[in-house]
Every structure is written in C-alpha cells, then in structure tokens.
C-alpha cells in the first residue's frame, strides 16, 4: 500500500511545473526525500531557490492533499543554495559574488570602502498603494512586537484606516495566531490574495509553511520572500502597511528597506536596561539607512493591581524613556502588563478586541492615535480606492 501510494505523490508531484526551467518540480530537483507511511502521511524537502516563486509550497501541498489515501501532508522548505555551499571545493579566492550580493549592507558602512563600491545596494521601488511602510521592530525577541503590531494594526482600522499588516518575522511568524486566522491564501490572477481578520489585510509566512518547520533560510530567500509579499500580494488601496519584523537587525530587516521606501520605524522594548540596550541597536540600524524612528513603545511597562490599582513596576523602570531620550524621538507609549493581552493572543482575539476597556487595550489606542498624527493618511488618499 505504501508503494502504491508513493507512486500516486510522485504522479502527482509530476504534474507541478515550475516556469523558471520549464520542468516539473521532479525534474528540476526541487523535490528530495520523499517518505510515506502506511497510515497515509507524507513528508518531503523541497528546495527553494532565490528565483522561485515561494507560492510554489502551497501548490505542492495542496496537491498533494487531493491524492487518494493521503491523510497528511508535511513540506520541509529549504534553501537551494545551502547544499551546493555546503559541497562546493575551498577556494583560495574571496568569497564567491552570489554571497556578496546576497549581502549589500554587510556591515552598515563598516566594510572596506573597495566592497562597499563593488556592490550596490538594490534600488528600493516605491509602493504607493500601500500608504505609509512603517516597521514595527525590537532589539530582542519577547518584548511584546508582534503583539503590539497586531493590536496598533485593529486600532488603526477601527480608527477608519484601511490597513496592511505584513508578517516579516521568518524566523517566528506568530500574526497568524495572533489574529485568529491561518489558511492557505487563495490567488487570483496571479495575485495573492491576503487574508482578513478585524478589518486588518493580512500576510505571514506562516500561511505557507508548516507550523513546527525551522526557517533556515538564507539572505536572498528572504530579500525573495518579502519582495513577493510587497508586490506579488493584491493589497489594494491602503493608508497603512505595517510590518512585523524579526528581532534584532539582520537579513529581513535589511532586505525591506532595500526592497521599497519605509516611512518610519516603531521600536518595541521593555522596561529592563538589557532589552533597551538591544533595542537601541535595532534602532541605530534604520537610522544607519535613512529610515527615521518614529518612536519607542514600552511594553509591559508596569502592574496594575486589581484591588488597590497601584501600578507596579515589576520589570524595573526608565528603559523606554532613556531609550527615547538617547534617540531623540518620543515615548510613544507606556503598556502595561495585563494577563489578557497573553490570553487574547494566543486564542486569536487580541486585546483591543477582546477586552476594549482595558488599561492596555486604552494604551495601544492610544498609540495608534498618536502614529497616525505622525504619518497622516496621504500617500493612498492621492490614490483613491
């Protein structure tokens, strides 16, 4: 039964074209190891390289799950490049040019003045339709980021804005989740179409790949992936377009401001000295490429107790101030620690919608008012919808 079945993936994995080099996905070896099990779960590596089209994950497991006597599909996503690296001979040459391409800012100004001529970095193409680009980052993982951007993204809708949010964190995509939301996108004349939740367009990585799969990917798979998410996705008109990046400053974040005009930067952190000082960094890295900082927001700034409302600040004090102050550019905002905001993200309802009224949920309206007096609704108003 299993040998049958493996013949019916194979078939079917023949049928999947890939127009880059005119073959099926077999032949241009995108494909490896291919196991099945008796009880019908299926599981394979797909290679992805720079030039393919990322959609191409979704059309293998899609189809795959048509196949009869298939109960479960899992598809590894790798990088392409990585074993032909891996088994390539020692040169006694300096590094190959697909790595220096690959890396078009190593070092922000660091690198000798020869390298920095030899590359140029790519030219950022201009997206009008989708408003105001403003990165939501942090100089380290779990201060809150992701669900900060979720929360300023439904506040902003519910202040009448038409708004994007553009999952950016390969290494975590957690928006998903976040917002309630994780299907598959459907396309529509070659468009990917985004997902909805709370009046919020939405787009993640996480849509594509395997809940539990590593992103071990390469700085020209992500400079591809966010690339297609800004102009492969049928956004429409917006007023803002917000991206969640991951933490700290590397390829993704690298790769956005090389791949299109951001209008400004929101650092996230949290009270402790250690979690500034990483957050100053990220910061000093936007502005390093000509992307000014809107502002710094606090997260879990203090404790509000429920039966004599002191407010305690049990994650220290002043590192989002003192971060401000460093960077010359306002404390945004100040949001407390509330045990709803873990639960409504985890259950997909966050907590300007789950519990409006809260402190927090007060904090990141107010946040939301704030940055739209930073960046007004213009560039989509000239483009009507």
């Not at 553009?166 to 396309?187: F, H, K, L, T």
């Not at 700290?248 to 974040?253: K, L, M, N």
Request: glycine share 8%; aromatic share 4%.
């Amino acid at each position: 039964m299993t040998a049958n079945l493996q013949e019916r993936v194979t078939d079917a994995l023949s049928r999947i074209r890939n127009n880059r080099v005119g073959a099926n996905v077999l032949e241009a070896e995108m494909i490896r190891d291919i196991a099945t099990t008796t009880d019908g779960k299926v599981r394979l590596s797909l290679f992805l390289s720079a030039d393919d089209d990322a959609t191409v994950v979704r059309e293998v497991r899609q189809t795959l799950q048509q196949v009869p006597g298939v109960t479960d599909v899992r598809v590894d996503v790798k990088d392409a490049a990585a074993p032909r690296a891996a088994s390539a001979p020692p040169k006694p040459t300096p590094a190959p040019a697909r790595s220096a391409a690959s890396r078009t800012l190593p070092v922000m100004g660091q690198e000798p003045q020869s390298q920095r001529a030899a590359v140029p970095a790519p030219t950022p193409i201009a997206y009008p339709h989708l408003g105001n680009i403003v990165a939501i980052s942090s100089g380290k993982g779990g201060v809150g980021k992701s669900t900060v951007a979720a929360n300023l993204a439904i506040a902003l809708a519910n202040q009448g804005a038409r708004v994007g949010l553009m999952d950016a964190d390969i290494y975590g995509p957690n928006i998903p989740r976040m917002m309630g939301v994780n299907a598959p996108p459907p396309v529509e004349n070659e468009k990917i179409i985004p997902l909805q939740a709370y009046g919020v367009k939405i787009m993640s990585l996480g849509f594509m790949i395997e809940r539990d799969q590593p992103a071990i990917w390469r700085g020209p798979i992500i400079m591809k992936i966010i690339t297609q998410f800004l102009r492969d996705v049928q956004w429409g008109e917006l007023d803002y377009f917000l991206v969640d990046m991951p933490p700290g400053t590397g390829d993704a974040q690298l790769s956005l401001v090389q791949a299109t005009m951001v209008h400004g930067a929101v650092i996230v952190t949290t009270p402790q000295e250690v979690a500034s000082g990483d957050a100053l960094r990220g910061a000093k890295m936007f502005q390093r490429v000509a992307v000014p900082v809107l502002g710094v927001v606090e997260n879990m700034s203090y404790f509000i107790c429920p039966h004599c409302e002191h407010k305690h600040r049990i994650f220290g004090e002043g590192g989002g101030k003192n971060l401000a102050d460093e960077l010359d550019v306002p404390l945004l905002a100040e949001i407390p620690f509330f045990s709803g905001v873990l639960s409504g993200g985890d259950r997909g309802e966050p907590i300007v919608v789950s519990e409006p009224e809260a402190p927090a949920a007060q904090a990141l309206l107010d946040l939301a008012g704030r940055l739209a007096g930073l960046l007004p609704r213009r560039e989509a108003v000239a483009h009507g919808s």
